[in-house]
Antibody, heavy 116, light 108 residues
Framework: QVQLVETGGGLVRPGNSLKLSCVTS????????MHWLRQPPGKRLEWIAV??????????NYAESVKGRFTISRDDSKSSVYLQMNRLREEDTATYYC???????WGQGTLVTVSA | QIVLTQSPAIMSASPGERVTMTCSAS???????LYWYQQKSGSSPKLWIY???NLASGVPARFSGSGSGTSYSLTINSMEAEDAATYYC?????????FGGGTKLEIK
């Protein structure tokens, strides 16, 4: 069965960095675009980034709210996708999820709290 | 970006009652790319309905989805206690992909 496990969340000060990981299994990872999404406490879901597959040169696209601060990457040999988050802000506080295109499966999420 | 507005924000229904919630888009959404998710407290979202009207695996047949263009709806034919949750619509017809604010459905 498909499994996605996000890790790397925690408490971080504003302006600092954090890297999230998502390890997957149960599907052919290299064939799928991968997304990161997030949900601030009590708020709506927000799509934040996507990375394409090798044949599309691993192109990436970002939401305006994170463009220039976050970087999505992947390692097909490890069936994993990553989210490097720099210059974190308090409004980045959320549970972060990874999901393969087209969103049929989600991990349990990892909580990132940005606070002084 | 396409803004999705869900209504009502909160609703309650008695067991056996018919329930309908709506999702209105600021611009037309391609039919293949309008999805609904169910999320229960403390859990991750679950894909519930895809491409407007197709039930995801394991979703009870009392659920249905309909709509076109800028107006979509999710209907529960006969409310059951296990259906209490928050339901979100999502479009990925146009980047950035966006979600509605959710409809919280409670059981009376």
């Amino acid at each position: 069965q498909v499994q996605l496990v996000e890790t790397g969340g925690g408490l971080v000060r504003p302006g600092n960095s954090l890297k999230l990981s998502c390890v997957t299994s149960g599907f052919t990872f290299s064939n799928y675009r991968m997304h990161w999404l997030r949900q601030p406490p009590g708020k709506r879901l927000e799509w934040i980034a996507v990375i394409t597959v090798k044949s599309d040169n691993y192109g990436a696209n970002y939401a305006e709210s994170v463009k220039g601060r976050f970087t999505i990457s992947r390692d097909d040999s490890k069936s994993s996708v990553y989210l490097q988050m720099n210059r974190l802000r308090e409004e980045d506080t959320a549970t972060y999820y990874c999901s393969p295109h087209s969103f049929a499966y989600w991990g349990q999420g990892t909580l990132v709290t940005v606070s002084a | 970006q396409i803004v999705l507005t869900q209504s009502p924000a909160i609703m309650s229904a008695s067991p056996g009652e018919r329930v309908t919630m709506t999702c209105s888009a600021s611009s037309s959404v391609s039919s293949s790319y309008l999805y609904w998710y169910q999320q229960k407290s403390g859990s991750s979202p679950k894909l519930w309905i895809y491409s407007i009207s197709n039930l995801a695996s394991g979703v009870p047949a009392r659920f249905s989805g309909s709509g076109s263009g800028t107006s979509y709806s999710l209907t529960i034919n006969s409310m059951e206690a296990e259906d209490a949750a928050t339901y979100y619509c999502q479009q990925w017809s146009s980047n950035p992909y966006t979600f509605g604010g959710g409809t919280k459905l409670e059981i009376k």
